[in-house]
């Protein structure tokens, strides 16, 4: 089983890409699950043609200790399995917390040995590596970290603190840093900057996903470019991402 966590920051495609990705895989014969691991809860709405599926916190706080397997785990487009880990009430508690707890749960329930995916993705809001946000990152969940990223300065600011997060922790049995993922804003000079940043992080940028209006069109939809045009340009470069994906994670 290949454990991926995909960070990145937040409003910079990175649920997307999570979402295309699972898709695809899915698509290439493998179980893929996904994990949403925002407090926002859509990272699978573009797998379950837009509908918000019940997040862990929220069976949780309503349900206590009467939740099943079946509740925390949907199944999305093509056999993915859909988890949304939550967040707090509004005001209330670390929206990290929801991680932790999400992560406690499906471990309770023996997820993994029930489901017996191939792949577990884990989709992890980037703008902070602290608290909750931080455990995808140890050993004991996930094997790799990709990092997706534009040209744009926020976005790369966010990357390099990731990959600074990772260096940090290498010594923890921490999971190791497999590279960018080039989400294009078409920003000038972007692929120059992402690949000046790939080498100040000491990774490479394995793939690039060119700006497309067939993905805003998908997520008007609740759907991945992946269901909805499966033989666009912008559905290869998904295509290709998870070969890259999975060639940095057979070479580790």
Same mark, same amino acid.
């Given at each position: 089983?290949?454990?991926?966590?995909?960070?990145?920051?937040?409003?910079?495609?990175?649920?997307?890409?999570?979402?295309?990705?699972?898709?695809?895989?899915?698509?290439?014969?493998?179980?893929?699950?996904?994990?949403?691991?925002?407090?926002?809860?859509?990272?699978?709405?573009?797998?379950?043609?837009?509908?918000?599926?019940?997040?862990?916190?929220?069976?949780?706080?309503?349900? #206590?200790?009467?939740?099943?397997?079946?509740?925390?785990?949907?199944?999305?487009?093509?056999?993915?399995?859909?988890?949304?880990?939550?967040?707090?009430?509004?005001?209330?508690?670390?929206?990290?917390?929801?991680?932790?707890?999400?992560?406690?749960?499906?471990?309770?329930?023996?997820a993994y040995e029930v489901y017996r995916p191939d792949?577990?993705?884990?989709?992890?809001?980037?703008?902070?590596?602290?608290?909750?946000?931080?455990?995808?990152?140890?050993?004991?969940?996930?094997?790799?970290?990709?990092?997706?990223?534009?040209?744009?300065?926020?976005?790369?600011?966010?990357?390099?603190?990731?990959?600074?997060?990772?260096?940090?922790?290498?010594?923890?049995?921490?999971?190791?840093?497999?590279?960018?993922?080039?989400?294009?804003?078409?920003?000038?000079?972007?692929?120059?900057?992402?690949?000046?940043?790939?080498?100040?992080?000491?990774?490479?940028?394995?793939?690039?996903?060119? #700006?497309?209006?067939?993905?805003?069109?998908?997520?008007?939809?609740?759907?991945?470019?992946?269901?909805?045009?499966?033989?666009?340009?912008?559905?290869?470069?998904?295509?290709?991402?998870?070969?890259?994906?999975?060639?940095?994670?057979?070479?580790?």
């Amino acid at each position: 089983m290949y454990r991926i966590a995909v960070y990145g920051k937040g409003g910079i495609g990175k649920s997307t890409t999570t979402s295309n990705l699972s898709a695809a895989l899915s698509l290439s014969g493998y179980k893929v699950m996904q994990i949403g691991c925002d407090p926002k809860s859509d990272s699978t709405t573009m797998l379950t043609n837009g509908r918000r599926i019940p997040t862990v916190l929220e069976l949780i706080r309503s349900r #206590r200790d009467e939740i099943e397997l079946k509740d925390v785990v949907q199944t999305g487009y093509n056999g993915v399995l859909c988890v949304e880990a939550g967040g707090p009430t509004p005001g209330i508690g670390c929206a990290g917390r929801g991680i932790v707890t999400a992560f406690d749960k499906l471990a309770a329930l023996n997820a993994y040995e029930v489901y017996r995916p191939d792949i577990v993705l884990y989709d992890v809001l980037g703008d902070v590596v602290c608290g909750g946000f931080a455990m995808p990152l140890r050993g004991d969940y996930t094997d790799i970290v990709f990092i997706v990223t534009s040209g744009e300065r926020m976005s790369m600011y966010a990357a390099s603190n990731i990959a600074e997060a990772l260096k940090n922790f290498r010594s923890r049995n921490y999971a190791r840093y497999g590279g960018l993922i080039l989400n294009r804003r078409n920003v000038e000079n972007e692929t120059a900057l992402v690949q000046k940043l790939a080498e100040e992080t000491n990774g490479t940028v394995i793939s690039a996903v060119p #700006r497309s209006d067939l993905i805003q069109r998908g997520e008007e939809q609740g759907k991945t470019v992946m269901e909805l045009y499966p033989e666009s340009e912008i559905a290869e470069s998904y295509r290709t991402l998870a070969r890259r994906v999975l060639e940095v994670c057979k070479n580790e």
